[in-house]
């Protein structure tokens, strides 16, 4: 995902031949906001039979990463 790269003070900054710069964000932010929360849980849930076979993969390798974490009294 992209977004307008902008100068401190709000000015969306332009290349050489004046076009709009862009830079590239992360999809997942690192901040929740209230939008985040107006939004079902079933939003946020990913079904294993909706998952390319490369997220299965690192899914599983997950799922076994998770299932050896030993309890701590």
Known sequence: ETELDTEED???RRDEEGNEM?????R???CWTKKHFDKPTD???????AMSEEDL???E???AYVRSFKPTR
């Open 10 to 12: 709000g000015v969306v």
């Open 22 to 26: 862009t830079r590239l964000v992360p």
């Open 28 to 30: 997942f932010p690192m």
């Open 43 to 49: 939003f946020y849930l990913t079904k294993e039979d």
């Open 57 to 59: 993969i690192g899914f």
């Open 61 to 63: 390798r997950l799922r």
